[in-house]
């Protein structure tokens, strides 16, 4: 996902743990079988669009993801 003009600092933070915890809510099939969804979130920043490419924010964002990861979260 990318977010254009956010502010920067702690609402990252939120932003990611809402997006985990909407990922996290179990997901019913037809079925009836339920599955439990876990993920990883990478974030990366630029402070002006000009100060960063695109393939370096997502170099970025992948390093910061393997990280989490790493961390278990």
Same mark, same amino acid.
């Given at each position: 996902?990318?977010?254009?003009? $956010?502010?920067? %600092?702690?609402?990252?933070? &939120?932003? *990611?743990?809402?997006?985990? =915890?909407?990922?996290?809510? #179990?997901?019913? $099939?037809?079925? %009836?079988?339920?599955?439990? &969804?876990? *993920?990883?979130?990478?974030? =990366?920043?630029?402070?002006? #669009?000009?100060?960063?490419?695109?393939?370096?924010?997502?170099?970025?964002?992948?390093?910061?993801?393997?990280?989490?990861?790493?961390?278990?979260?």
């Amino acid at each position: 996902m990318i977010l254009a003009q $956010l502010p920067l %600092g702690d609402q990252l933070s &939120v932003i *990611a743990q809402r997006v985990l =915890s909407e990922i996290a809510q #179990p997901v019913t $099939l037809g079925s %009836g079988q339920v599955f439990n &969804v876990t *993920a990883s979130i990478g974030v =990366s920043q630029a402070e002006s #669009p000009a100060a960063t490419s695109a393939e370096e924010l997502l170099r970025d964002a992948d390093i910061a993801l393997f990280t989490a990861k790493d961390r278990g979260r």
